[in-house]
Protein backbone atom coordinates (compact mmCIF):
# COMPACT_ATOMS: atom_id res chain seq x y z
CA UNK A 1 0.00 0.00 0.00
CA UNK A 2 1.37 3.28 -1.23
CA UNK A 3 1.23 6.58 1.52
CA UNK A 4 -1.59 7.90 -0.19
CA UNK A 5 -3.44 4.51 -0.23
CA UNK A 6 -2.69 4.31 3.58
CA UNK A 7 -3.95 7.84 4.99
CA UNK A 8 -6.93 6.98 2.81
CA UNK A 9 -7.34 3.93 5.16
CA UNK A 10 -6.77 5.79 8.08
CA UNK A 11 -9.51 8.24 7.39
CA UNK A 12 -11.72 5.76 7.16
CA UNK A 13 -11.08 4.30 10.08
CA UNK A 14 -12.11 7.12 11.84
CA UNK A 15 -15.09 8.10 9.85
CA UNK A 16 -17.17 5.28 11.94
CA UNK A 17 -16.66 7.53 14.94
CA UNK A 18 -19.54 9.11 16.03
CA UNK A 19 -18.37 11.74 18.10
CA UNK A 20 -14.80 12.64 19.71
CA UNK A 21 -14.82 10.33 22.80
CA UNK A 22 -14.85 7.52 20.27
CA UNK A 23 -12.10 9.13 18.37
CA UNK A 24 -10.21 9.34 21.60
CA UNK A 25 -10.70 6.11 23.35
CA UNK A 26 -9.62 4.62 19.73
CA UNK A 27 -6.32 6.69 19.80
CA UNK A 28 -5.70 5.77 23.24
CA UNK A 29 -6.00 1.98 22.00
CA UNK A 30 -3.32 3.01 19.37
CA UNK A 31 -1.08 4.03 21.84
CA UNK A 32 -0.82 0.64 23.13
CA UNK A 33 -0.32 -0.86 19.67
CA UNK A 34 2.96 1.23 19.47
CA UNK A 35 6.07 -0.79 19.72
CA UNK A 36 7.53 -0.13 23.06
CA UNK A 37 10.70 2.13 22.43
CA UNK A 38 13.80 1.00 24.33
CA UNK A 39 14.44 3.23 27.21
CA UNK A 40 17.88 3.32 26.69
CA UNK A 41 16.85 5.89 23.87
CA UNK A 42 14.76 7.94 26.14
CA UNK A 43 16.98 10.71 26.28
CA UNK A 44 17.70 14.41 25.42
CA UNK A 45 19.31 12.97 22.53
CA UNK A 46 16.14 11.63 20.80
CA UNK A 47 14.02 13.89 22.54
CA UNK A 48 11.70 16.79 20.77
CA UNK A 49 10.95 18.94 23.85
CA UNK A 50 7.06 20.09 23.75
CA UNK A 51 6.23 22.92 26.31
CA UNK A 52 3.10 20.10 26.93
CA UNK A 53 4.10 16.45 26.34
CA UNK A 54 6.97 15.06 24.99
CA UNK A 55 7.96 13.05 22.21
CA UNK A 56 10.94 10.55 21.62
CA UNK A 57 11.83 9.98 18.14
CA UNK A 58 14.61 7.40 15.83
CA UNK A 59 15.20 6.82 12.92
CA UNK A 60 17.15 3.99 11.27
CA UNK A 61 18.18 2.67 7.79
CA UNK A 62 17.30 -0.35 6.95
CA UNK A 63 16.96 -1.62 3.03
CA UNK A 64 17.16 1.43 1.76
CA UNK A 65 13.92 1.82 3.71
CA UNK A 66 13.56 4.58 6.61
CA UNK A 67 12.61 2.71 10.25
CA UNK A 68 11.18 5.16 12.86
CA UNK A 69 10.57 4.31 16.06
CA UNK A 70 8.97 6.57 18.77
CA UNK A 71 7.80 7.18 22.29
CA UNK A 72 5.30 10.11 24.08
CA UNK A 73 4.47 10.47 27.91
CA UNK A 74 0.66 11.28 27.41
CA UNK A 75 -1.36 8.71 26.08
CA UNK A 76 -3.62 10.86 23.32
CA UNK A 77 -0.06 12.32 21.53
CA UNK A 78 1.04 8.89 21.76
CA UNK A 79 -1.90 7.66 19.65
CA UNK A 80 -0.84 10.00 17.14
CA UNK A 81 2.65 9.39 17.22
CA UNK A 82 1.54 5.54 16.55
CA UNK A 83 -0.41 6.91 13.46
CA UNK A 84 2.15 9.10 11.91
CA UNK A 85 4.96 5.87 12.54
CA UNK A 86 2.12 4.01 10.31
CA UNK A 87 2.54 6.14 7.58
CA UNK A 88 5.44 7.10 7.25
CA UNK A 89 7.93 4.06 8.73
CA UNK A 90 9.30 2.04 6.46
CA UNK A 91 9.60 4.41 3.32
CA UNK A 92 11.57 5.43 0.93
CA UNK A 93 13.16 8.68 2.27
CA UNK A 94 12.08 10.68 -0.51
CA UNK A 95 8.65 9.66 -0.41
CA UNK A 96 8.69 10.98 3.42
CA UNK A 97 9.96 14.15 2.27
CA UNK A 98 7.01 14.37 -0.64
CA UNK A 99 4.13 13.09 1.43
CA UNK A 100 1.09 15.65 2.25
CA UNK A 101 0.22 14.51 5.62
CA UNK A 102 -3.48 14.87 4.78
CA UNK A 103 -4.83 12.61 6.98
CA UNK A 104 -4.48 14.51 10.49
CA UNK A 105 -7.04 17.15 9.08
CA UNK A 106 -9.08 14.55 7.51
CA UNK A 107 -9.78 13.02 10.72
CA UNK A 108 -10.08 16.11 12.68
CA UNK A 109 -7.03 16.11 14.96
CA UNK A 110 -5.24 19.19 13.23
CA UNK A 111 -5.26 21.41 16.36
CA UNK A 112 -3.20 18.47 17.72
CA UNK A 113 -0.86 20.12 15.19
CA UNK A 114 -0.79 23.21 15.48
CA UNK A 115 2.07 25.19 17.07
CA UNK A 116 0.56 26.95 19.68
CA UNK A 117 -0.31 23.53 20.92
CA UNK A 118 3.25 23.05 21.46
CA UNK A 119 2.89 18.98 22.82
CA UNK A 120 6.20 18.07 19.95
CA UNK A 121 3.83 16.48 17.01
CA UNK A 122 4.52 19.63 14.75
CA UNK A 123 8.30 18.94 15.50
CA UNK A 124 8.32 15.28 15.53
CA UNK A 125 6.99 15.50 11.89
CA UNK A 126 9.58 18.20 11.03
CA UNK A 127 12.01 15.57 12.62
CA UNK A 128 11.11 12.76 10.07
CA UNK A 129 11.15 14.51 7.09
CA UNK A 130 14.80 15.72 8.32
CA UNK A 131 15.78 12.74 9.04
CA UNK A 132 14.45 11.24 5.96
CA UNK A 133 16.53 13.81 3.66
CA UNK A 134 19.79 13.39 5.95
CA UNK A 135 19.47 9.52 4.55
CA UNK A 136 18.69 10.92 1.00
CA UNK A 137 21.64 12.53 1.12
CA UNK A 138 23.83 9.85 2.47
CA UNK A 139 22.47 7.24 0.24
CA UNK A 140 22.98 9.39 -2.76
CA UNK A 141 27.00 10.20 -1.19
CA UNK A 142 27.23 5.98 -1.73
CA UNK B 1 -23.84 32.62 49.55
CA UNK B 2 -24.70 36.45 49.17
CA UNK B 3 -23.04 36.46 46.38
CA UNK B 4 -25.47 37.29 42.91
CA UNK B 5 -22.87 35.54 40.56
CA UNK B 6 -26.08 34.72 37.69
CA UNK B 7 -26.21 38.52 37.22
CA UNK B 8 -22.75 39.02 37.37
CA UNK B 9 -21.72 36.59 34.58
CA UNK B 10 -24.49 39.01 32.41
CA UNK B 11 -21.77 41.36 32.34
CA UNK B 12 -19.25 38.89 30.46
CA UNK B 13 -20.32 38.57 26.97
CA UNK B 14 -17.90 35.60 26.36
CA UNK B 15 -18.60 33.17 29.34
CA UNK B 16 -21.94 32.17 27.35
CA UNK B 17 -19.61 30.92 24.75
CA UNK B 18 -20.29 27.16 23.57
CA UNK B 19 -17.28 25.27 23.13
CA UNK B 20 -17.48 21.50 21.66
CA UNK B 21 -21.08 22.07 22.06
CA UNK B 22 -20.93 23.11 26.01
CA UNK B 23 -21.04 26.45 27.52
CA UNK B 24 -17.96 27.46 28.70
CA UNK B 25 -16.69 26.49 31.89
CA UNK B 26 -13.42 28.67 32.14
CA UNK B 27 -10.85 27.69 34.88
CA UNK B 28 -8.10 29.56 33.00
CA UNK B 29 -8.37 33.35 34.85
CA UNK B 30 -4.63 32.77 36.11
CA UNK B 31 -3.77 33.24 32.60
CA UNK B 32 -5.85 35.85 31.41
CA UNK B 33 -9.48 36.98 32.66
CA UNK B 34 -12.46 37.48 30.66
CA UNK B 35 -13.84 41.22 30.12
CA UNK B 36 -16.98 42.97 31.60
CA UNK B 37 -18.92 44.88 28.93
CA UNK B 38 -18.18 48.10 30.88
CA UNK B 39 -14.45 47.38 29.69
CA UNK B 40 -15.10 46.29 25.49
CA UNK B 41 -17.62 49.13 25.89
CA UNK B 42 -14.72 51.69 26.92
CA UNK B 43 -12.76 50.60 24.32
CA UNK B 44 -15.13 50.55 21.61
CA UNK B 45 -16.35 54.34 22.39
CA UNK B 46 -12.45 55.28 22.78
CA UNK B 47 -11.82 54.62 19.21
CA UNK B 48 -15.19 55.23 17.65
CA UNK B 49 -15.33 58.82 19.35
CA UNK B 50 -11.74 59.80 20.85
CA UNK B 51 -8.92 58.20 19.75
CA UNK B 52 -5.63 60.65 18.93
CA UNK B 53 -2.34 60.16 20.41
CA UNK B 54 -1.48 61.83 23.54
CA UNK B 55 0.88 64.53 24.64
CA UNK B 56 1.47 65.78 21.22
CA UNK B 57 -1.07 67.17 19.41
CA UNK B 58 -2.71 70.92 20.00
CA UNK B 59 -6.07 69.56 18.70
CA UNK B 60 -9.45 68.79 20.48
CA UNK B 61 -8.88 65.56 20.09
CA UNK B 62 -5.54 64.66 21.22
CA UNK B 63 -6.49 66.72 24.40
CA UNK B 64 -9.08 64.90 25.28
CA UNK B 65 -7.35 61.58 25.08
CA UNK B 66 -4.38 62.62 26.70
CA UNK B 67 -7.09 63.99 29.34
CA UNK B 68 -8.23 60.50 29.75
CA UNK B 69 -5.07 58.59 29.40
CA UNK B 70 -4.22 60.52 32.24
CA UNK B 71 -7.79 59.93 34.53
CA UNK B 72 -6.96 56.42 34.01
CA UNK B 73 -3.08 57.12 35.91
CA UNK B 74 -5.27 58.83 38.53
CA UNK B 75 -7.69 55.82 38.62
CA UNK B 76 -4.60 52.89 39.25
CA UNK B 77 -3.04 55.32 41.74
CA UNK B 78 -5.51 55.81 43.75
CA UNK B 79 -6.72 51.93 43.61
CA UNK B 80 -3.06 51.09 44.85
CA UNK B 81 -3.72 53.80 47.15
CA UNK B 82 -0.22 54.94 45.81
CA UNK B 83 1.14 58.40 46.71
CA UNK B 84 1.16 60.30 43.79
CA UNK B 85 0.73 59.81 39.90
CA UNK B 86 4.45 60.19 39.59
CA UNK B 87 4.44 56.78 40.58
CA UNK B 88 2.30 54.98 38.27
CA UNK B 89 4.26 54.24 35.09
CA UNK B 90 2.10 52.38 32.29
CA UNK B 91 4.00 49.23 30.91
CA UNK B 92 2.81 46.43 28.20
CA UNK B 93 1.87 44.19 31.27
CA UNK B 94 3.52 42.51 34.10
CA UNK B 95 6.60 40.80 32.37
CA UNK B 96 7.24 44.75 30.39
CA UNK B 97 7.45 45.90 34.19
CA UNK B 98 9.73 43.82 35.81
CA UNK B 99 11.96 44.06 32.49
CA UNK B 100 12.34 47.71 32.75
CA UNK B 101 12.81 48.02 36.21
CA UNK B 102 15.52 44.97 35.91
CA UNK B 103 16.93 46.46 33.35
CA UNK B 104 17.37 50.11 34.94
CA UNK B 105 17.66 49.13 38.39
CA UNK B 106 20.67 46.64 37.39
CA UNK B 107 22.05 49.28 35.08
CA UNK B 108 22.67 51.83 38.43
CA UNK B 109 22.83 49.13 41.44
CA UNK B 110 24.02 45.69 40.45
CA UNK B 111 28.01 44.82 40.01
CA UNK B 112 30.09 41.90 41.10
CA UNK B 113 29.77 40.86 44.66
CA UNK B 114 26.18 42.12 45.06
CA UNK B 115 23.10 39.78 45.01
CA UNK B 116 19.41 40.03 44.13
CA UNK B 117 16.95 37.70 45.95
CA UNK B 118 13.98 35.91 44.06
CA UNK B 119 11.98 32.55 45.40
CA UNK B 120 11.42 29.55 43.90
CA UNK B 121 7.86 29.95 43.60
CA UNK B 122 8.44 33.29 40.87
CA UNK B 123 6.89 33.23 37.35
CA UNK B 124 9.60 33.16 34.50
CA UNK B 125 8.74 36.63 33.96
CA UNK B 126 10.03 37.49 37.95
CA UNK B 127 13.46 34.95 37.05
CA UNK B 128 14.50 35.78 33.55
CA UNK B 129 15.05 39.31 33.72
CA UNK B 130 16.66 39.44 36.82
CA UNK B 131 18.85 36.59 35.80
CA UNK B 132 19.63 38.80 32.72
CA UNK B 133 20.21 42.06 34.59
CA UNK B 134 23.05 39.68 37.03
CA UNK B 135 24.34 38.14 33.88
CA UNK B 136 25.23 41.36 32.25
CA UNK B 137 26.45 43.06 35.62
CA UNK B 138 28.19 40.25 37.15
CA UNK B 139 25.42 39.80 40.52
CA UNK B 140 24.81 36.54 41.80
CA UNK B 141 20.72 35.48 41.96
CA UNK B 142 19.65 33.54 45.15
CA UNK B 143 16.88 31.68 45.72
CA UNK B 144 14.53 31.31 48.97
CA UNK B 145 12.85 27.85 49.22
CA UNK B 146 9.26 27.15 49.81
CA UNK B 147 8.54 23.63 51.92
CA UNK B 148 6.03 21.18 50.76
CA UNK B 149 3.03 23.18 51.58
CA UNK B 150 4.05 25.79 48.99
CA UNK B 151 4.75 28.69 51.79
CA UNK B 152 8.08 30.17 51.59
CA UNK B 153 11.19 29.09 53.68
CA UNK B 154 10.89 32.40 56.31
CA UNK B 155 14.03 31.38 58.04
CA UNK B 156 15.94 31.21 54.61
CA UNK B 157 15.03 34.70 53.39
CA UNK B 158 16.47 36.33 56.54
CA UNK B 159 19.39 33.82 56.21
CA UNK B 160 20.01 35.01 52.07
CA UNK B 161 19.71 38.75 53.23
CA UNK B 162 22.90 40.48 53.36
CA UNK B 163 24.81 43.70 52.95
CA UNK B 164 25.05 42.22 49.54
CA UNK B 165 21.59 42.37 48.53
CA UNK B 166 20.81 45.62 46.49
CA UNK B 167 16.68 44.36 45.47
CA UNK B 168 14.32 41.36 46.60
CA UNK B 169 12.00 40.61 44.05
CA UNK B 170 8.75 38.14 45.07
CA UNK B 171 5.32 37.38 44.07
CA UNK B 172 2.59 38.38 45.89
CA UNK B 173 0.71 35.84 45.19
CA UNK B 174 1.65 32.57 43.29
CA UNK B 175 0.21 31.84 39.83
CA UNK B 176 1.14 28.02 39.92
CA UNK B 177 0.26 27.27 43.95
CA UNK B 178 -2.15 30.16 44.81
CA UNK B 179 0.28 31.04 47.62
CA UNK B 180 -0.39 34.43 49.32
CA UNK B 181 3.01 35.69 50.48
CA UNK B 182 3.46 37.43 53.77
CA UNK B 183 4.57 40.10 52.05
CA UNK B 184 4.84 42.99 55.06
CA UNK B 185 6.89 40.62 56.69
CA UNK B 186 8.94 40.52 53.98
CA UNK B 187 8.98 43.92 52.94
CA UNK B 188 10.09 44.72 56.93
CA UNK B 189 12.99 42.55 56.87
CA UNK B 190 14.31 43.46 53.34
CA UNK B 191 14.24 47.28 54.71
CA UNK B 192 15.89 46.17 57.95
CA UNK B 193 18.79 45.65 55.62
CA UNK B 194 17.66 48.85 53.55
CA UNK B 195 16.82 47.25 50.39
CA UNK B 196 13.73 47.89 48.63
CA UNK B 197 11.60 45.37 47.36
CA UNK B 198 9.72 44.29 44.20
CA UNK B 199 6.36 43.14 43.98
CA UNK B 200 4.81 40.87 41.33
CA UNK B 201 1.20 41.51 41.66
CA UNK B 202 -0.08 40.34 38.70
CA UNK B 203 -2.03 36.84 40.51
CA UNK B 204 -3.15 40.08 43.37
CA UNK B 205 -4.87 42.65 42.15
CA UNK B 206 -7.39 40.75 40.20
CA UNK B 207 -8.23 39.06 43.57
CA UNK B 208 -7.01 41.32 46.81
CA UNK B 209 -7.03 44.96 47.27
CA UNK B 210 -3.58 46.51 47.22
CA UNK B 211 -2.64 49.16 49.22
CA UNK B 212 1.48 49.90 48.62
CA UNK B 213 1.50 52.23 51.20
CA UNK B 214 0.13 49.78 53.62
CA UNK B 215 3.12 47.31 51.98
CA UNK B 216 5.52 49.58 52.19
CA UNK B 217 6.40 47.82 48.52
CA UNK B 218 8.80 49.92 46.75
CA UNK B 219 7.81 48.60 43.31
CA UNK B 220 4.18 46.63 42.32
CA UNK B 221 4.24 45.74 38.82
CA UNK B 222 0.94 44.12 37.62
CA UNK B 223 -0.97 43.32 34.34
CA UNK B 224 -3.99 44.82 33.23
CA UNK B 225 -5.75 41.53 31.68
CA UNK B 226 -5.28 38.98 34.42
CA UNK B 227 -7.88 41.82 36.37
CA UNK B 228 -10.33 41.94 33.90
CA UNK B 229 -8.86 44.81 31.37
CA UNK B 230 -7.54 44.99 28.22
CA UNK B 231 -4.48 43.14 26.94
CA UNK B 232 -0.96 44.84 26.36
CA UNK B 233 -1.17 47.24 29.70
CA UNK B 234 0.03 46.84 33.14
CA UNK B 235 1.80 49.29 35.70
CA UNK B 236 5.07 49.25 37.48
CA UNK B 237 4.50 51.42 40.53
CA UNK B 238 7.41 52.68 41.82
CA UNK B 239 8.35 55.18 44.92
CA UNK B 240 8.67 58.05 43.73
CA UNK B 241 12.15 59.09 45.05
CA UNK B 242 13.49 55.63 44.15
CA UNK B 243 11.78 56.19 39.85
CA UNK B 244 13.37 59.65 40.37
CA UNK B 245 17.12 58.13 40.73
CA UNK B 246 17.02 55.16 38.38
CA UNK B 247 17.93 55.69 34.90
CA UNK B 248 15.53 55.59 31.64
CA UNK B 249 15.04 51.85 30.29
CA UNK B 250 14.01 52.87 26.51
CA UNK B 251 14.73 55.82 24.34
CA UNK B 252 11.93 57.46 22.42
CA UNK B 253 9.55 59.74 21.64
CA UNK B 254 7.84 61.16 24.82
CA UNK B 255 10.13 60.34 27.60
CA UNK B 256 12.74 63.27 26.58
CA UNK B 257 12.89 66.29 27.34
CA UNK B 258 15.19 67.74 24.96
CA UNK B 259 17.43 66.28 22.33
CA UNK B 260 20.27 67.67 20.20
CA UNK B 261 23.10 65.02 18.96
CA UNK B 262 25.46 65.99 21.75
CA UNK B 263 22.77 65.54 25.21
CA UNK B 264 19.35 64.39 25.32
CA UNK B 265 17.57 65.50 28.99
CA UNK B 266 14.97 63.63 30.23
CA UNK B 267 11.19 64.12 30.79
CA UNK B 268 9.84 63.89 34.50
CA UNK B 269 8.48 61.41 36.09
CA UNK B 270 6.33 59.11 35.15
CA UNK B 271 7.16 60.57 31.54
CA UNK B 272 10.68 59.61 31.88
CA UNK B 273 9.50 55.81 31.20
CA UNK B 274 7.26 55.84 28.99
CA UNK B 275 8.94 55.83 25.64
CA UNK B 276 7.04 55.70 22.28
CA UNK B 277 3.23 56.26 22.01
CA UNK B 278 1.93 54.48 24.64
CA UNK B 279 -1.34 52.27 25.31
CA UNK B 280 -3.77 54.85 26.33
CA UNK B 281 -6.72 52.75 25.17
CA UNK B 282 -5.67 50.24 26.72
CA UNK B 283 -4.99 52.69 29.97
CA UNK B 284 -8.52 53.50 29.37
CA UNK B 285 -10.08 49.45 29.57
CA UNK B 286 -7.99 48.99 32.63
CA UNK B 287 -9.48 51.74 34.45
CA UNK B 288 -12.86 50.54 33.54
CA UNK B 289 -11.70 47.66 34.81
CA UNK B 290 -10.36 48.76 38.34
CA UNK B 291 -14.30 51.16 38.31
CA UNK B 292 -16.22 47.41 37.43
CA UNK B 293 -14.64 44.98 40.63
CA UNK B 294 -14.32 48.34 43.06
CA UNK B 295 -17.83 48.44 42.06
CA UNK B 296 -18.46 44.25 43.02
CA UNK B 297 -16.06 45.38 45.60
CA UNK B 298 -12.98 43.63 46.36
CA UNK B 299 -14.01 41.97 50.04
CA UNK B 300 -17.12 40.61 48.54
CA UNK B 301 -15.08 39.40 45.50
CA UNK B 302 -12.58 37.76 48.25
CA UNK B 303 -15.27 36.30 50.20
CA UNK B 304 -17.01 34.52 47.23
CA UNK B 305 -14.03 32.99 46.10
CA UNK B 306 -13.26 31.75 49.26
CA UNK B 307 -15.90 30.07 49.29
CA UNK B 308 -15.62 28.82 45.46
CA UNK B 309 -12.03 27.39 46.80
CA UNK B 310 -13.33 25.35 49.70
CA UNK B 311 -16.14 23.94 47.47
CA UNK B 312 -13.77 22.85 44.65
CA UNK B 313 -10.96 21.90 47.03
CA UNK B 314 -13.36 19.42 48.56
CA UNK B 315 -14.87 18.44 45.36
CA UNK B 316 -11.35 17.55 43.66
CA UNK B 317 -9.98 15.85 46.94
CA UNK B 318 -13.07 13.14 46.63
CA UNK B 319 -11.91 12.16 42.95
CA UNK B 320 -9.24 9.19 43.60
CA UNK B 321 -6.06 9.60 42.98
CA UNK B 322 -6.30 13.25 42.57
CA UNK B 323 -3.60 15.44 44.54
CA UNK B 324 -3.35 18.84 45.06
CA UNK B 325 -0.31 20.92 44.74
CA UNK B 326 -0.20 23.85 47.11
CA UNK B 327 -2.14 23.81 50.24
CA UNK B 328 -0.67 26.98 51.87
CA UNK B 329 -2.62 28.31 54.59
CA UNK B 330 -2.99 31.53 53.08
CA UNK B 331 -4.29 30.86 49.51
CA UNK B 332 -6.07 32.20 46.82
CA UNK B 333 -8.58 30.05 44.39
CA UNK B 334 -6.07 28.37 42.49
CA UNK B 335 -5.55 24.78 42.42
CA UNK B 336 -2.84 22.72 40.62
CA UNK B 337 -3.61 19.20 40.86
CA UNK B 338 -2.29 15.68 39.05
CA UNK B 339 -4.70 12.58 38.82
CA UNK B 340 -2.49 9.66 39.91
CA UNK B 341 -0.18 8.40 36.70
CA UNK B 342 -2.58 10.71 33.93
CA UNK B 343 -0.86 12.83 32.19
CA UNK B 344 -2.07 16.58 32.15
CA UNK B 345 -1.85 16.87 28.83
CA UNK B 346 -4.56 13.98 28.21
CA UNK B 347 -6.81 15.46 31.14
CA UNK B 348 -6.78 18.94 29.63
CA UNK B 349 -7.57 17.78 26.16
CA UNK B 350 -10.91 15.47 27.42
CA UNK B 351 -11.94 18.29 29.39
CA UNK B 352 -11.81 20.47 26.18
CA UNK B 353 -13.71 18.53 24.65
CA UNK B 354 -16.48 19.01 27.56
CA UNK B 355 -16.17 22.62 27.30
CA UNK B 356 -14.00 23.23 30.12
CA UNK B 357 -11.25 25.02 29.76
CA UNK B 358 -8.30 24.65 32.49
CA UNK B 359 -4.55 25.30 32.37
CA UNK B 360 -1.71 22.20 31.56
CA UNK B 361 1.95 22.43 31.96
CA UNK B 362 4.39 24.31 34.10
CA UNK B 363 2.47 27.50 34.25
CA UNK B 364 5.60 29.38 33.21
CA UNK B 365 7.08 28.35 36.85
CA UNK B 366 9.38 25.01 36.39
CA UNK B 367 10.56 25.56 38.97
CA UNK B 368 7.89 24.58 40.83
CA UNK B 369 7.27 21.27 39.00
CA UNK B 370 11.26 20.62 39.55
CA UNK B 371 10.47 20.98 43.12
CA UNK B 372 7.87 18.32 43.49
CA UNK B 373 9.75 16.38 40.90
CA UNK B 374 6.93 16.38 38.19
CA UNK B 375 6.53 17.72 34.83
CA UNK B 376 3.30 19.86 34.93
CA UNK B 377 0.09 19.82 36.62
CA UNK B 378 -3.67 20.47 35.88
CA UNK B 379 -4.75 23.92 36.92
CA UNK B 380 -8.06 25.23 37.54
CA UNK B 381 -8.24 29.20 38.92
CA UNK B 382 -11.19 30.09 39.87
CA UNK B 383 -13.06 33.76 40.04
CA UNK B 384 -16.13 35.62 41.14
CA UNK B 385 -17.95 34.53 38.06
CA UNK B 386 -17.10 30.84 38.48
CA UNK B 387 -19.59 29.12 39.87
CA UNK B 388 -19.90 25.38 41.83
CA UNK B 389 -22.16 24.39 38.86
CA UNK B 390 -19.40 24.54 36.93
CA UNK B 391 -17.29 23.40 39.63
CA UNK B 392 -18.95 20.18 39.76
CA UNK B 393 -18.65 19.72 35.79
CA UNK B 394 -14.93 19.79 36.43
CA UNK B 395 -15.15 16.85 39.10
CA UNK B 396 -17.48 15.23 36.66
CA UNK B 397 -15.10 15.81 34.11
CA UNK B 398 -12.52 14.56 36.02
CA UNK B 399 -14.03 11.00 36.61
CA UNK B 400 -14.60 10.72 32.77
CA UNK B 401 -10.79 11.35 32.59
CA UNK B 402 -9.73 8.56 35.06
CA UNK B 403 -12.44 6.25 33.61
CA UNK B 404 -10.67 6.84 30.19
CA UNK B 405 -6.64 7.04 31.49
CA UNK B 406 -6.82 5.05 35.33
Redesign the interface.
Same mark, same amino acid.
Given at each position: MNINELQDEIIAEFEVFED??DK? =?YL?ELSNDLPIMDPQYKTNEYLING????VWLRADLEDGKVRFTADS?????KGIVSLLIRVLSDRDPAEIMDTDLVFIDRIGLRENLSPTRS =?GLLSMVKQMKLYALAYKTKMAQK | MDFEVDKIRQDFPLLSQKVHGHTIAYFDNGATTQKPSSVIETVRRYYEEENASIHRGIHFLSDRSTETYEKARERVRKHINAASTNEIIFTSGTTGSINALAFSFGEKYLSPGTEVIISEMEHHSNIVPWQMACERKGAKLRVVPFNENGELVMEAFRKLLSDKTRIVAITHISNSLGTINPLKEIIRLAHKHEVPVLVDGAQALPHESVDVRDLDADFYAFSGHKAYGPNGIGVLYGKEKLLYDLPPYQGGGDMVDCVTFDKTTYNELPYKFEAGTMNYIGAAGLAAALDYITDIGLERIREYEKYLLEYATMKLMSVPGLEIYGNAANKISILSFLIDGIHPYDAGMVLDKLGIAVRTGTHCTQPVMDHFKITGTLRASLVFYNTTAEIDRLHAGLHQVREMFG
Open positions: WLY =NICQSKDAIIT =N | -
